[in-house]
């Protein structure tokens, strides 16, 4: 029984205490990065330029991100070169959801990992390995 009344008074507590935490941390952040305004509006404008060259359902593919609630918008999408092709890496929120990679026609190819296992939905097992990064397409203004 004590069980019962302990548990839920420990969780609310941790979670005001978490609460806490991140506006210091939202702080922080908001400094660094009024720090480093001119590396920031370097690499929008390098962003803005890779943005124009992307294919159009892409394109609107990232304009409906920006269309999300926050804390479900993706992260970033990142341009890679896999097996000779230029396919887009969207990295999203959260662990728990899935990093869905599509290709230049905006075809679902998988996830290499994310999701509750952390392995993806296993469609490209050798992605890590074989995948090579390039630029940054897009990042989101969380």
């Not at 004590?2 to 005001?16: E, R």
């Not at 400094?31 to 920031?40: I, L, T």
């Not at 479900?72 to 959260?94: D, L, N």
């Not at 996830?111 to 074989?130: I, W």
Request: aromatic fraction near 10%.
């Amino acid at each position: 029984m004590i069980k019962f009344i302990l548990m839920p008074m420990l969780i609310t507590l941790s979670c005001c205490s978490t609460k806490s935490n991140q506006t210091v941390a939202n702080t922080d952040a908001v400094m660094v990065a009024a720090s480093a305004e001119k590396v920031s509006n370097d690499s929008l404008k390098a962003q803005a330029i890779a943005y124009k060259a992307l294919p159009k359902c892409l394109k609107n593919k990232i304009d409906s991100f920006k269309l999300k609630e926050k804390h479900e918008r993706p992260q970033s999408v990142v341009e890679y070169m896999y097996k000779g092709k230029k396919v887009y890496y969207v990295v999203m929120p959260c662990c728990d959801f899935f990093n869905e990679v599509y290709d230049e026609n905006c075809r679902y190819l998988g996830a290499p990992d994310g999701g509750f296992t952390g392995k993806g939905d296993g469609k490209l097992p050798d992605f890590s390995a074989e995948a090579k990064p390039g630029k940054e397409i897009w990042k989101s203004a969380q």
